[in-house]
């Protein structure tokens, strides 16, 4: 069945990297697109990102230079980094996945990333 | 960038009424407009894609409405499941954008 599962740390130091792995099962990266979205504590969704099913990428400007999105097909992962990490950054972390429709019908269950000074 | 204003906040329900729920999108969307259900420390889940369109699986007093700027969310017969944060989505442009989400609780 579908499946998307992020793996990434609990804790990242302030103005440090955050890498975060999201796998895959159930379906090919090179037929579905994902996505990254975000959600701090108590607050909303961010779109911050996707990885096409092409192999290109898109990117919220709203973080500028410091996110970017890669994958290993042959892993079915898709990889997050974003660097110079600071307090708002502190969130839950989904990806999700799309394919034709621009709605997006799995996610995965997210994983929570506190940045700490 | 797409802002998408959500109405109400909250929203005090009784078990059994039928309620809408409003997304306003600061330019049009056309139909490109999502709804999700999301319940504390789980992830969204796909209610209705399209603006109308029905997802298998997801109960029929769930069903959406609207086009370009106005949409609406009805729930025909709120159930205690229900209680949870709704937000909309528009994937009309990028960035994708979601509204800052209606709660239902109970009144």
């Known amino acids: 069945q579908v499946q998307l599962k992020e793996t990434g740390p609990d804790l990242v130091q302030l103005t440090q990297t955050l890498s975060i792995t999201c796998t895959v099962s159930?379906?090919?990266?090179?037929?579905?697109?994902v996505h990254w979205v975000r959600q701090p504590p108590g607050k909303g969704l961010e779109w911050m990102g996707a990885?096409?099913?092409?192999?290109?990428?898109d990117y919220n400007s709203a973080f500028k230079s410091r996110l970017s999105i890669s994958r290993d097909t042959s892993k079915s992962q898709v990889f997050l980094k974003m660097n110079s990490l600071q307090t708002d950054d502190t969130a839950k972390y989904f990806c999700?996945?799309?394919?034709?429709?621009?709605?997006?019908?799995?996610w995965g269950q997210g994983v929570m990333v506190t940045v700490s000074s | 960038d797409v802002v998408l204003t959500q109405s109400p906040a909250t929203l005090s329900v009784t078990p059994g009424e039928r309620i809408s729920l409003s997304c306003r999108a600061s330019?049009?969307?056309?139909?490109?407009l999502h709804w999700y259900q999301q319940k504390p420390n789980e992830s969204p889940r796909l209610l209705i894609k399209?603006?109308?369109q029905s997802i298998s699986g997801i109960p029929s007093r769930f069903s959406g409405s609207g086009s370009g700027t106005d949409f609406t969310l009805s729930i025909n017969g709120v159930e205690l499941e229900d209680l949870s944060i709704y937000y909309c989505?528009?994937?009309?442009?990028?960035?994708?954008?979601f509204g800052a989400g209606t709660k239902l609780e109970l009144k």
């Open positions: 990885m096409w099913n092409g192999g290109g990428t």
């Open positions: 999700a996945r799309n394919y034709y429709s621009t709605s997006f019908d799995y």
């Open positions: 330019e049009s969307v056309d139909t490109y």
């Open positions: 159930g379906f090919s990266l090179t037929t579905y697109n």
């Open positions: 399209y603006a109308s």
């Open positions: 989505q528009q994937g009309n442009s990028l960035p994708y954008t």
